[in-house]
């Protein structure tokens, strides 16, 4: 059965930076785009950032120039490094993945339980 769990999540002060990490398990046989989620109390979830296969990433404008997304295939890990982190950025953080299974080859799409991510003083 594939999955994918996320780490990283946590408190921190306005200005500073998380790393999250999403490591798919399984019989995996490729994975094609990855991507980050958010959803903030009372609000829907939204996307946050994708990245393809070759590795070009996609990133909705509020966080543009503080996050950066990135992949290891070797690991079938996506990460996200986040920057200068504001209040608004607190939500609960999902990973996502376009996966095709073994032994049938069958493509899915796969979620993360969550992660938070609270920024306060």
């Known amino acids: 059965q594939v999955q994918l769990v996320e780490s990283g999540g946590g408190l921190v002060q306005p200005g500073g930076s998380l790393r999250l990490s999403c490591a798919a398990s399984?019989?995996?046989?490729?994975?094609?785009?990855m991507g980050w989620y958010r959803q903030a109390p009372g609000k829907e979830r939204e996307l946050v950032a994708t990245?393809?296969?070759?590795?070009?990433?996609n990133y909705v404008g509020t966080v543009k120039g503080r996050f950066t997304i990135s992949r290891d295939d070797a690991k079938n890990t996506v990460y996200l490094q986040m920057n200068s982190l504001k209040p608004e950025d607190t939500a609960v953080y999902y990973c996502?993945?376009?996966?095709?299974?073994?032994?049938?080859?069958?493509?899915?799409?796969?979620w993360g339980q969550g992660t938070l991510v609270t920024v306060s003083q």
């Open positions: 990245i393809s296969t070759d590795g070009n990433p």
């Open positions: 399984g019989s995996i046989f490729r994975i094609n785009t």
């Open positions: 996502n993945a376009e996966l095709r299974t073994m032994p049938d080859y069958r493509w899915l799409e796969r």
